[in-house]
Structure formats: structure tokens, C-alpha cells
């Protein structure tokens, strides 16, 4: 599976944005799908997940309330909506697949390459 991020950018405190992660490869509903953020100078840390049928759904304590993660099958492409961000919500975003979404573990079969979301005060 590939994975390609996009969707990022500059926005106010207080303001929107929707990432978009499209994969490659047929077996796209086989796969939960996650993202992550990496702050400068941070590790990387998760930030919402979902699992191949949509049942199941995690976040971050940190975005609770403020981002939503989807997906749609059928073009293969996850989302996540983040709405009321927050300077603290900087950093490079990445999306990845599992097979199996497990709570808590960082430890994704695929990465895909991150997109920039810069929130200014």
C-alpha cells in the first residue's frame, strides 16, 4: 500500500483545515488507517485511527472534540477534518495503514509521506 498526504497548510488559531491521505493498491478496506504528527524537535505522536470498516474510531485526548477521522472506501482516501486548531496542533502530519488498528501502538505496516499544517496565534 502506498500512502500520499495532502492538504496541508497555513492557517489562523481558531480555523480549519481537511487532510487528505489517498492510497494505491486494491486492498485499501482490508487496512485501518491512522494519523500521526511529528512537532520540530518532538517525536511522533498519534492522532486519530480508524479501522477497515469505519467501526471503530480513536483519538489523541489532545484532539478529542476538534479533529474527525473518516474514510471512503470506494476512492480509497482517508480524511482528517481539524477544525478549532490550535499553535499547538503544528507540525508535519502523516497517515499510515495496519491491518488491525490497536489502541496505542505506533507500530504501522505503512507510512506515507507527511504534509505541513502551520497554525498561527
Known amino acids: 500500500v502506498q500512502l500520499q498526504a495532502f492538504g496541508g497548510g497555513l492557517v489562523l488559531a481558531g480555523g480549519s483545515l481537511r487532510l487528505s491521505c489517498a492510497a494505491s493498491g486494491r486492498t485499501f478496506n482490508r487496512y485501518g488507517m491512522g494519523w500521526f504528527r511529528q512537532a520540530p524537535g518532538l517525536g511522533r505522536e498519534f492522532v486519530a485511527a480508524?479501522?477497515?470498516?469505519?467501526?471503530?474510531?480513536y483519538y489523541a485526548d489532545s484532539v478529542k472534540g476538534r479533529f474527525t477521522i473518516s474514510r471512503d472506501n470506494a476512492k480509497n482516501t482517508v480524511y482528517l477534518q481539524m477544525n478549532s486548531l490550535k499553535p499547538e496542533d503544528t507540525a508535519v502530519y502523516h497517515c499510515?495503514?495496519?491491518?488491525?488498528?490497536?489502541?496505542?501502538?505506533?507500530?504501522?505496516?505503512?507510512w506515507g509521506q507527511g504534509t505541513q499544517v502551520t497554525v498561527s496565534s
Open positions: 499510515a495503514a495496519r491491518q488491525i488498528v490497536v489502541a496505542g501502538t505506533m507500530n504501522w505496516d505503512f
Open positions: 480508524i479501522s477497515s470498516s469505519a467501526k471503530d474510531i
